[in-house]
């Protein structure tokens, strides 16, 4: 490799050290491929690697399928980004071609940049648009051009290839080159050979091409022009007896998968030098040697629509194969009388792969196409969040429609009501219910999830039968979902735990990934919440019974695992639940600043509405806590909000209910506690509407939500008359904060004690030369960025308190400055939770 290339690969080597995105650009035989193959030999950990087909351009994601060796979920870009970066993780994804990549793949790729190590070569010229190029600009860690080979490198190489040329030929060939690898190569073979004039005027590029494809033979013409056309490598024996003198002119290379040529751009230019009779017959003849998928592209390109037709339904009835993509290539096929069992069959393809929008335009036709159409179109148009227009679809249905077809356009019907009209679905559920003695699982679900919504007894039952194995997979999974979220908003976070990971696993057996990632958010939110997520980490970090509980740790593990869904790309619903558990985890650890970060762009969800108002008021800024929320839901984040609206007014010195009818917006003078609330949040509302019973409303959130329990017992502090009753609740919920790791709540039960003129001393007995809990807790926030005196306010500590830890951190870690001692800290914890039954977290 000339030398000015290795330091480009040295160079991109470098910048894909952490996870971002290196572009290599350069002309056509300018070395890119050897680039890239360069930096995969020398890459630590596994490469994945693919690239762009150009033949098979419009096919969605090949380039990263390629890469990954999976089928990938295309109609969602955020899914497609996380399905390649659950495959690559800490590997290197190279891509070859980009130029040759489809929509999908461009749009992928600023996604997977800030998670995974990304190396992509770009031929230039290339057709991708100006926004496309910026959008990659903006994402790339860098953006190398390939330089051209110095005169000495290109003239040491003409020389090998030329044999005996003379020096005014070789300056010749070197000058006319421009410093591209391929045509020195080929110009220089030419002019070894005594043919070509390298002093012409045409393009190097393309004249080096052309001459070389009119001197090899016609056998070996038509090999490299059939290369250029499939897109991909091929055997020796469908490339025909012009394979062997491609090996011999060093035009192709033999690799796992056949052979392909030295550059793709020689093989298309070959196939662009065919006339159009010439190329359609070309496609026609590589049509009968390749799998019916890919003869029906070919047969396309060649004109002959209603051969690529059959071919495509062919390739569609095998297992295995891209059912909704054949069916739907099928069906967008020009001047094609596309039969209404096709696009039937493609409706209800799409609609198992997720992709409604597109599943309701193929049924879209401008006659009819039958009863069994109209239900399919009325459940793509529910799917993809237009109820009316699902009722208006399935109206033609008429009752003497076969069994099967009324029931679905029945189950459309009352899920359109459940929509537009709750309280109208519960009447429409009982005459449906009433209609159908043994409901078919559509029917059943629908009505499940009519019961769910008003809480009819055993709602719960039924939704589970729904979502349970063997119902159809739509329905279960749909049911499982409104299961989970109907749990959570009765407060029963455990069970909804346990379900969400038992439907994710689920899903993930079924490569359903938007389903996978709502289900697994889901649960981790419940868990969070409910505190089992940082009690089961903290039994991992076997915490030694003469330094206390390793809480900090457990912490750690909790933030980690809850926040390695949001470092996803995620769908809306998921990515709002990853983003509240992972920004309520690290408000409650004390890091308020990444708390902040998380949460600066509102989503609309009411998970994280919430979090954003707790994050304030851990954070002492009740006004922002007690503003009212944007989003209205039912339940315990209802509760929620209420409550932390209570802290802020109780923490702002104003009257607690004049406050909290201010945020709510509310005329009362005593504002009503919201009705159909679990009983943990109506017991702590109602305490704090009296001013009494906070300790017994704590105890109604034991096993429900451990912070919550820890909040009303600080509130029994803060408002008990008895001074011996208001110290054993802040003791409680001072050992309960600092088991879990929830240092600022923590610190708000020492600030109470300090009331009381308790005092409380968290060194550990042996310390030595480790740092404490505390010195743990501030170098944290400090390295979070957080400045002395919020960290006081959170830890509940001085200002004077903090420094005097900062210190001691700093001595005990030989630091220079207050951001080393910080830096090496979250090292030390970092290692320690890899390694939880090493003391000293070396």
């Not at 209404?340 to 006659?367: E, K, N, S, Y």
Request: with cysteine.
């Amino acid at each position: 490799m000339p030398v000015a290339q290795q330091d480009l690969a040295g160079l991109a080597a470098a910048h894909l050290r952490r996870p971002g995105l290196v572009m290599l650009t350069g002309a056509p035989g300018s070395g890119r491929s050897t680039l890239l193959r360069r930096i995969a030999a020398v890459a630590p950990g596994p490469v994945h690697a693919g690239g762009g087909l150009a033949m098979l351009a419009t096919v969605p994601a090949l380039a990263l399928s390629r890469a990954v060796k999976a089928r990938l979920p295309t109609h969602d870009v955020p899914l497609l980004a996380e399905a390649v970066h659950s495959r690559v993780r800490g590997g290197l994804l190279v891509l070859d071609d980009l130029q040759y990549a489809d929509p999908a793949t461009l749009a992928a790729l600023p996604h997977l940049a800030r998670h995974v190590r990304v190396v992509v070569a770009l031929r230039a010229p290339h057709r991708l648009g100006e926004e496309t190029v910026a959008a990659l600009r903006a994402a790339a860690t860098a953006w190398l051009d390939v330089p051209p080979l110095s005169a000495d490198t290109a003239t040491d190489l003409a020389r090998r290839v030329g044999g005996q040329l003379g020096d005014e030929t070789l300056a010749a060939v070197v000058r006319r080159a421009g410093g591209n690898p391929l045509v020195v190569t080929a110009l220089a073979r030419q002019a070894g050979a005594g043919r070509g004039a390298p002093d012409t005027d045409i393009d190097q590029v393309a004249y080096a091409i052309a001459t070389a494809c009119a001197d090899l033979p016609r056998p070996a013409r038509t090999a490299l022009a059939a290369l250029g056309l499939l897109g991909r490598p091929a055997a020796a024996e469908l490339l025909g007896p012009g394979a062997d003198a491609l090996l011999a002119a060093g035009l192709v290379v033999e690799g796992e998968d056949g052979l392909a040529p030295v550059s793709a751009y020689f093989a298309e230019t070959a196939a662009g030098l065919l006339d159009a009779a010439a190329r359609a017959e070309l496609h026609r003849a590589l049509a009968e040697l390749a799998p019916d998928a890919e003869a029906a592209r070919h047969l396309a390109a060649a004109g002959d629509h209603a051969g690529a037709y059959r071919r495509a339904l062919t390739a569609a009835d095998r297992p295995g194969g891209d059912r909704a993509g054949l069916l739907l290539f099928a069906c967008d096929l020009p001047g094609v009388a596309v039969d209404p069992r096709v696009r039937i069959a493609a409706a209800d393809a799409l609609l198992t792969a997720g992709r409604p929008h597109t599943a309701a335009r193929v049924l879209t036709t401008p006659g009819p196409l039958g009863v069994e159409a109209d239900v399919l179109r009325g459940e793509a148009l529910l799917q993809a969040g237009d109820p009316a227009g699902a009722r208006v679809a399935v109206r033609p249905v008429p009752d003497a429609a076969g069994g099967t077809v009324v029931a679905a356009r029945d189950r459309i019907l009352l899920l359109a009501e459940l929509a537009t009209d709750p309280a109208g679905a519960l009447d429409a559920a009982e005459k449906i219910a009433a209609r159908y003695p043994a409901p078919p699982p559509g029917v059943a679900a629908a009505l499940a999830a009519v019961r769910a919504a008003h809480r009819a007894p055993g709602w719960d039952t039924e939704l589970a039968a729904a979502a349970g194995t063997g119902t159809d997979p739509l329905a279960g999974r749909w049911s499982a979902w409104l299961l989970v979220e109907h749990l959570v908003a009765d407060g029963r976070l455990t069970q909804a735990a346990t379900v969400a990971r038992e439907a994710a696993a689920a899903c993930a057996a079924d490569l359903a990934y938007s389903w996978q990632t709502r289900f697994l958010a889901v649960s981790d939110w419940a868990e969070v919440l409910q505190g089992s997520m940082i009690a089961a980490s903290a039994a991992a970090a076997r915490p030694d019974p003469a330094t206390g509980p390793a809480a900090p740790d457990a912490a750690d593990r909790a933030l980690r695992r809850a926040a390695d869904l949001t470092d996803r790309a995620l769908p809306a619903d998921a990515r709002g639940y990853a983003t509240a558990a992972t920004a309520l985890v690290e408000a409650d650890t004390g890091l308020l600043a990444a708390a902040r970060g998380r949460l600066s762009t509102p989503d609309g969800h009411p998970a994280t509405a919430w979090v954003a108002r707790e994050a304030a008021w851990l954070d002492g800024q009740p006004d922002r806590a007690a503003q009212p929320s944007d989003t209205t839901t039912a339940g315990l984040l209802t509760g929620l909000r209420h409550i932390t609206a209570r802290w802020a007014a109780y923490d702002s010195g104003a009257t607690a209910r004049a406050a909290y009818a201010s945020a709510f917006e509310l005329d009362a003078p005593a504002p009503p506690i919201p009705a159909g609330l679990p009983t943990a949040a109506r017991r702590t509302l109602t305490a704090w509407a009296t001013g009494t019973g906070f300790a017994a409303a704590a105890d109604t959130w034991a096993g429900v939500a451990l912070r919550e329990q820890i909040r009303c017992l600080i509130a029994a502090g803060l408002h008990d008359t008895d001074p011996e009753r208001a110290v054993a609740a802040l003791l409680r919920a001072e050992h309960l904060a600092d088991t879990a790791g929830l240092v600022v709540l923590a610190g708000r039960a020492r600030r109470g004690l300090r009331r009381h003129h308790v005092h409380r001393d968290t060194r550990s007995p042996r310390s030595g030369s480790r740092l404490t809990r505390r010195e743990t807790d501030v170098l944290r926030l400090v390295a979070a960025g957080e400045p002395t005196r919020r960290i006081a306010g959170q830890l509940g500590i001085s200002a004077e308190t903090v420094d005097t830890h900062i210190r001691a951190g700093m001595r005990k870690l030989g630091a220079r400055t207050r951001t080393e001692a910080a830096a090496l800290a979250l090292t030390q914890i970092e290692a320690s939770a890899t390694h939880p039954d090493r003391e000293d977290g070396r």
